[in-house]
């Protein structure tokens, strides 16, 4: 089993226990508003299976608007555990950490009544809907593994992890090595070798160096400073 599979195979098996455990708050707000409808038409009996939270608001009112009235706490009640099971579901955690601590309440409010055998039910309940919680930190941990296993795979073939959740991802432009390979080609060197064809393309060719002139190369005079009582001109009276 390639480690692909493998992660495909944990993530299913953890979803199923997400979705175990997130399953009992919806059969949970299920049986509480069947109490509910129960509880309006006047009848004394309920389901064991439902909130104890429930049972308390249906039985304050004595009258036929009170009775409206618990049926639409019974509902709100019933709609957040709905809305735990639909979350939990998803694999989020803290619907499974707040429908546990409110299940518990509910069931120190059983014990305070002496119904025992919805106490019990509470108590197995809990203990199916705890391995839900758990399986969503297994899922956490096994996404991070196949998140590393993907980007170490991605790093030996040569691609980037994909963006996106794109797959095949882009290929990675290949990096130049350094130093160079001993078979790269290098640049021309200078001064050229002399069994050389022709000369480099870079860089140019230097200017020949300055050399003095001949001695016998006529120049021009070089000026000094004018003599005191010398004639405009700058150059030292002639004596005649």
Not at 19 to 36: L, V
């Amino acid at each position: 089993m390639t480690p692909i599979n493998a992660f495909a195979t944990q993530k299913n098996a953890a979803m199923a226990k997400i979705a175990n455990g997130a399953s009992w708050f919806t059969w949970i707000a299920g049986m509480s508003m069947i109490n509910a409808i129960i509880a309006a038409t006047g009848s004394q009996w309920h389901f064991f299976l439902g909130l104890g939270l429930t049972e308390v608001i249906d039985y304050i009112p004595s009258s036929g608007i009170g009775h409206v009235i618990a049926f639409g706490c019974d509902l709100v009640v019933a709609s957040f555990w709905l809305l735990f099971g639909v979350q939990a579901k998803q694999g989020k955690k803290w619907p499974f950490i707040v429908g546990i601590s409110f299940y518990v309440l509910d069931a120190l409010l059983l014990v305070f009544g002496k119904e025992w055998l919805a106490v019990a039910f509470h108590a197995y309940a809990l203990f199916r809907i705890f391995p839900g919680l758990l399986a969503v930190s297994d899922l956490r941990r096994i996404e991070t593994a196949e998140r590393q296993q993907s980007a170490m795979m991605a790093a030996q073939i040569g691609y980037a992890p994909a963006p996106g959740g794109v797959w095949p991802p882009p290929p990675v432009a290949p990096q130049p090595a350094w130093p160079p390979a001993a078979n790269a080609p290098q640049a021309p060197t200078w001064p050229p070798a002399a069994n050389a064809q022709q000369a480099p393309a870079w860089p140019p060719q230097e200017a020949p160096a300055w050399q003095p002139p001949p001695a016998d190369t006529l120049q021009a005079p070089v000026w000094t400073p004018p003599v005191e009582g010398s004639p405009p001109g700058g150059y030292p009276p002639i004596n005649r």
